[in-house]
C-alpha cells in the first residue's frame, strides 16, 4: 500500500529538504538495516559516510536505500555481502551500493526503473525501483545500475549538495 501511496504522488513534486549531515543519517539507517539482513545471513559494509550537510527529504530519502538493500539481500538467497561506498564533489554526493547477488539480468537492464515490471520476484508491486528513481529525481539527482565485473550488481544515486531552484527548504 505504501508503494502504491507513493507511485501516485505527483512527479517532480517539491521535495520538503531539511539540511541534514549525511554521514549521520545514513549511519543510522544502516543501523536499522543491518539487523534485517543479518537475519538472511548478509552483511552489509560501509565505507564511513562522508559528514557533509545534504538538503533531503527525511521522510521520502530513505526509501531510496530500504529499497535498493532489501533488492539486494532479496538477490542473494543464500548470503552474502553488500558494501556502500560514497563520493563527494563540490556538486554532489554519490552514494554507491554493490552487491554479490547474480547480477542484472540483460532482460530487464532497460526497463529496470520502469513501473509494474518485476523480474525474478514472486512479491512485488514492480514499484520499488521506480519510486526510487522518483525520489532522487525528485531531489534534482540522478540514479543508475549496473551490472559489476564478476558478479553481483551496483546501484548509484547521487543528490546535490545544495538546494535547487522549487525545492522547499524547512528550517
Do not use: W, Y
Not at 512527479?11 to 549531515?21: F, G, H, I, Y
Not at 521520502?60 to 548470503?79: E, K, Q, Y
Not at 540483460?106 to 513501473?115: A, K, Q, S, T
Not at 526510487?132 to 543528490?159: M, P, Y
Amino acid at each position: 500500500i505504501g508503494e502504491v501511496l507513493e507511485f501516485t504522488r505527483p512527479s517532480r513534486s517539491p521535495v520538503k529538504t531539511e539540511r541534514t549531515n549525511f554521514g549521520q543519517f545514513v549511519e543510522e539507517l544502516i543501523g536499522d538495516l543491518r539487523i534485517e539482513a543479518a537475519n538472511k545471513a548478509v552483511t552489509i559494509e560501509m565505507q564511513t559516510p562522508p559528514a557533509i550537510m545534504v538538503p533531503i527529504d527525511r521522510q521520502r530519502l530513505p526509501h531510496v536505500f530500504t529499497n535498493i538493500i532489501h533488492n539486494a539481500i532479496d538477490s542473494m538467497p543464500h548470503g552474502g555481502r553488500i558494501v556502500l561506498r560514497f563520493e563527494v564533489t563540490d556538486r554532489e554526493v554519490a552514494t554507491h551500493v554493490e552487491d554479490l547477488g547474480a547480477g542484472i539480468s540483460p532482460d530487464i537492464v532497460g526497463r529496470l526503473f520502469e513501473p509494474f515490471d518485476t523480474h525474478g520476484k514472486a512479491l512485488g508491486t514492480g514499484l520499488g525501483l521506480s519510486i526510487c528513481k522518483r525520489i532522487v529525481e525528485d531531489h534534482k539527482g540522478t540514479i543508475s545500475a549496473r551490472n559489476k565485473r564478476g558478479r553481483g550488481a551496483v546501484f548509484t544515486f547521487a543528490l546535490p549538495r545544495k538546494a535547487s531552484r522549487g525545492a522547499r527548504l524547512k528550517s
